[in-house]
């Protein structure tokens, strides 16, 4: 369900890749056997891609949700409200709890999913001075 959870949107343009490989490669145009020989490469480099991303995003999740959990802030992505900053500062100091990938506050209007966010630059460089 995770997967997609976080992959929808790229399933969605996979299909429609797709659509439009199938459309061409069947017109009286295309060579004989292009659907044949074309339709399954461009699958075949549409799922590799899509399981790419998948890996690098739950990869990314993970050190987030740890980065989180240690006590270091996060920055994630606020794409609602314009009148705000368009990032916000995570930190449990500040109240924020995570469940389910999702960090929440109670004094704040929406959750942000951990997909979406990174560990801020003073973490790691931090990290990387010990």
Excluded at 13 to 29: C, S, Y
Excluded at 40 to 47: D, M, Q, T, W
Excluded at 50 to 64: D, K, L, P, S
Excluded at 74 to 88: A, G, Q, V
């Amino acid at each position: 369900m995770k997967f997609l959870e976080l992959e929808a949107a790229y399933i969605v343009i996979a299909i429609f890749i797709l659509i439009i490989t199938t459309i061409v490669t069947t017109r009286k145009f295309s060579p004989k056997n292009s659907f044949k020989k074309i339709f399954p490469v461009v699958f075949i480099i549409l799922a590799i891609l899509i399981t790419f991303h998948y890996n690098m995003t739950t990869t990314r999740m993970a050190e987030v949700e740890g980065a989180f959990l240690k006590g270091e802030t996060i920055i994630c992505e606020n794409r609602t409200k314009k009148e705000f900053s368009k990032s916000i500062m995570i930190n449990d100091n500040r109240g924020w709890n995570l469940k389910d990938n999702v960090f929440t506050n109670p004094e704040y209007f929406k959750g942000f999913h951990s997909a979406r966010c990174v560990k801020m630059l003073e973490n790691l460089e931090k990290r990387d001075k010990n």
